[in-house]
């Protein structure tokens, strides 16, 4: 009889042949996310086969379509429709609300500017993966993607939630601007934005990261406030929104001076002078910047102010 290893669960169950991994999981209690039901009028019931692959029936017809349009790998199957014929191990990829809300979703910015650019004064936060390249040396592609997906969701949504916006990717990392939309106290929003990015880290990043994977990464911060010219780079059917000068390249290093100052929010001189004693501030560092003449001194942040 074959049997069937769900991950992250760690069950094991015996299925009857041409059995679907989803009525399978289900019959055994497994929560495994279905919502169309099970009738392949969505993705949620994804799943990555980790072994055994050649002993799950091809793909049928239906589900072949969802693959194809979605562009799914070879391993990831649609539980609702792969049937079993032999012993295999499978780890769902739905895992909870944020999951569901994720998959298959394509945000666009909505992000209003003036078409031309001008010299304004932002607050320009770089944020970058600690440890990412070791965490993924055992990860397939797929899992590589959607785990990038997934933080850049979580922590877009704590910068969309002061009123900045993440404007470009680089890698594991982003660079996010607040002030391009006229909005005052952009230092202010950018420090609780980055906070509010290092709470969903705890809250939800690392327990997620843990349940799945059985190990997590963590995050560090720069941010710098100073003149930049903010305006639309690129060809004609591709522009977006971008911020160039000496304030971007420095708010970079300071983002890379979190490693050896040992913080997680390393903030400016220039910002810990805007933010005026609403902040908490940890340990200070005056560090050598490349590209920067003589040493600066940069400020951790810990919290905000209360009273």
């Known amino acids: 009889m074959p049997s069937i290893f769900y991950a992250p669960d760690q069950i094991r169950i015996d299925v009857e042949e041409r059995q679907t991994l989803l009525n399978a999981a289900l019959s055994a209690g497994i929560p495994h996310t279905h919502v169309c039901g099970g009738h392949a009028r969505c993705s949620t019931c994804r799943v990555i086969v980790i072994e055994g692959l050649d002993n799950i029936e091809p793909p049928n017809e239906v589900e072949r379509a969802l693959a194809e349009r979605l562009g799914l790998p070879r391993e990831v199957r649609i539980a609702c429709q792969a049937t079993v014929r032999g012993s295999v191990r499978v780890r769902r990829l739905v895992l909870d609300d944020d999951d569901v809300a994720l998959v298959g979703r394509m945000r666009k910015s909505k992000v209003d500017l003036t078409p031309v650019g001008e010299e304004i004064r932002v607050a320009i936060l770089f944020s970058d993966i600690r440890g990412f390249t070791p965490f993924t040396e ?15 969701e979580a922590m877009g949504s704590a ?6 916006f993440i404007n470009n990717y680089m890698g594991d990392g982003f660079m996010a601007l607040f002030g391009v939309d006229g909005k005052p106290d952009a230092p202010m929003r950018a420090v609780r934005a980055a906070l509010g990015m290092l709470s969903a880290m705890k809250a939800k990043m690392t327990p997620y990261l843990l349940a799945t994977y059985g190990h997590a990464f963590d995050i560090g ?8 010219v903010v305006g639309p780079i690129g ?17 970079s290093r300071i983002e890379s ?21 609403r902040v908490v501030i940890g340990k200070t560092a005056r560090v050598a910047v490349k590209g920067k003449t003589g040493e600066h001194e940069l400020f951790e942040v810990t919290a905000v102010r209360e009273d």
Request: aromatic share 8%; hydrophobic share 45%; glycine share 10%.
């Open 221 to 228: 911060i720069g941010i710098h406030y100073g003149e930049a």
């Open 235 to 251: 060809s004609s059917d591709r522009k977006a929104i971008t911020a160039i000068g000496d304030a971007v390249n420095f708010a």
């Open 138 to 152: 055992a990860l397939l592609p797929y899992d590589v993607i959607h785990v990038l997906n997934r933080h850049f």
């Open 257 to 277: 001076a979190t490693k050896d100052v040992g913080a997680r929010l390393l903030v400016s001189e220039a910002m810990f002078r805007e933010l005026s004693g």
């Open 159 to 164: 910068v969309a939630t002061e009123g900045g």
